[in-house]
């Protein structure tokens, strides 16, 4: 008999093979196995999902559907392995998905956030170098914040300005620019990180221990200084809360980016390709999808049709 937890790990094997990161899906599938070997299960039914969401079932009917989803994708790939998996149905848990509207940080925001992560303590002092570091790159560059996790030394040209993204979550490459100011912060960031912790060859953002900094740990200490702010409510047992969101500085990015277009009066459609790429995003929707969803930009964007349609129209009449 195999235990679930050990065929979690040949799926994520095969599956980041083929470019997927699946680092939150770990988590979650992670904790579904863990909950099936202790009750002695070893291939995956409806009932054990059920089960699984009973004993877990304090999160709200959208979480619990992307969880579902999860665990189908993992049931559909082990269904070839043991014919004994069923694969729950995709409907067994309804809910209706919303993007969630992003939060546009202030400038003072941001610089409270940068400033506030420098002051993380720990044994070394590299918390706040590093903390500081990450979430300032990620608000001016725009990078998801497993991009910028994954980057090594070597992927940064700092005299060109250039930072190689070699696997983006879509597993593509791309060269991200950056300002000087930017590279001299890097520069600066790992002369202190030598300094504290010696010669290092790989990971660019580490922990006082001298590993690459986690996911979660970017996460939890983004969370900390998010109270600390005001921005989420202070939590207990180390809890992260709710509230604006380390992806949020992506978005902030997005957004400042294209009001920056209104402002100067270029062409958005035009500009808007260059930001695709620049992000990353498969899709020009995906990018356009910031003018629906911040009101300033969305006003922005019907003021600038008002008056192309005002144009054709004077136009037209002068024609006459």
Same mark, same amino acid.
């Given at each position: 008999?195999?235990?679930?937890?050990?065929?979690?790990?040949?799926?994520?094997?095969?599956?980041?093979?083929?470019?997927?990161?699946?680092?939150?899906?770990?988590?979650?599938?992670?904790?579904?196995?863990?909950? *099936?070997?202790?009750?002695?299960?070893? $291939?995956?039914?409806?009932? /054990?999902?059920?089960? %699984?969401?009973?004993?877990?079932?304090? *999160?709200?009917?959208?979480?619990?559907?992307?969880?579902?989803?999860?665990?189908?994708?993992?049931?559909? %790939?082990?269904?070839?392995?043991?014919?004994?998996?069923?694969?729950? +149905?995709? =409907?067994?848990?309804?809910?209706?998905?919303?993007? +969630?509207?992003?939060?546009?940080?202030?400038?003072?925001?941001?610089?409270?956030?940068?400033?506030?992560?420098?002051?993380?303590?720990?044994?070394?002092?590299?918390?706040?170098?590093?903390?500081?570091?990450?979430?300032?790159?990620?608000?001016?560059?725009?990078?998801?914040?497993?991009?910028?996790?994954?980057?090594?030394?070597?992927?940064?040209?700092?005299?060109?300005?250039?930072?190689?993204?070699?696997?983006?979550?879509?597993?593509?490459?791309?060269?991200?620019?950056?300002?000087?100011?930017?590279?001299?912060? /890097?520069?600066?960031?790992?002369?202190?990180?030598?300094?504290?912790?010696?010669?290092?060859?790989?990971? /660019?953002?580490?922990?006082?221990?001298?590993?690459?900094?986690?996911?979660?740990?970017?996460? @939890?200490?983004? *969370?900390?200084?998010?109270?600390?702010?005001?921005?989420?409510?202070?939590?207990?047992?180390?809890? $992260?809360?709710? =509230? +604006?969101?380390?992806?949020?500085?992506?978005?902030?990015?997005?957004?400042?980016?294209?009001?920056? %277009?209104?402002?100067?009066? !270029?062409?958005?459609?035009?500009?808007? !390709?260059? !930001?695709?790429?620049?992000?990353?995003? /498969?899709?020009?929707? @995906?990018? @356009? %999808?910031?003018?629906?969803?911040? +009101?300033?930009?969305?006003? !922005?964007?019907?003021?600038?049709?008002?008056?192309?349609?005002?144009?054709?129209?004077?136009?037209? =009449?002068? *024609?006459?």
């Amino acid at each position: 008999m195999t235990a679930l937890s050990q065929r979690l790990a040949d799926y994520l094997t095969v599956r980041r093979s083929l470019g997927f990161e699946l680092i939150f899906e770990e988590r979650v599938l992670r904790v579904f196995t863990a909950f *099936a070997d202790r009750a002695g299960a070893d $291939h995956i039914t409806v009932d /054990l999902f059920l089960r %699984w969401k009973a004993a877990y079932g304090h *999160a709200n009917n959208d979480t619990w559907s992307h969880r579902l989803g999860m665990v189908r994708a993992f049931a559909s %790939w082990l269904n070839g392995y043991d014919e004994r998996t069923e694969i729950p +149905p995709a =409907g067994l848990i309804p809910a209706k998905w919303r993007r +969630p509207r992003p939060y546009i940080y202030s400038e003072k925001e941001m610089a409270t956030l940068v400033s506030r992560a420098a002051g993380l303590r720990s044994r070394y002092g590299l918390r706040g170098w590093t903390c500081s570091t990450l979430f300032g790159l990620v608000a001016v560059t725009g990078l998801r914040i497993n991009e910028a996790l994954r980057l090594d030394d070597d992927d940064l040209d700092l005299d060109a300005g250039v930072i190689t993204v070699k696997r983006s979550k879509n597993g593509k490459a791309r060269l991200v620019p950056i300002a000087s100011s930017t590279a001299e912060r /890097l520069a600066a960031y790992r002369a202190e990180r030598m300094r504290l912790l010696g010669p290092t060859a790989g990971a /660019l953002f580490r922990n006082d221990e001298g590993r690459r900094m986690t996911d979660c740990s970017a996460r @939890y200490n983004f *969370a900390v200084v998010s109270q600390d702010m005001g921005l989420r409510e202070r939590q207990r047992f180390c809890k $992260h809360g709710r =509230g +604006p969101r380390i992806h949020d500085l992506r978005h902030t990015f997005a957004v400042r980016t294209i009001i920056g %277009w209104y402002r100067k009066g !270029l062409d958005p459609d035009r500009e808007m !390709l260059r !930001l695709t790429t620049y992000l990353g995003h /498969l899709k020009l929707d @995906y990018t @356009y %999808w910031y003018i629906e969803a911040v +009101p300033e930009l969305l006003q !922005l964007a019907s003021q600038r049709a008002e008056r192309s349609f005002a144009k054709g129209a004077a136009g037209k =009449g002068g *024609a006459r």
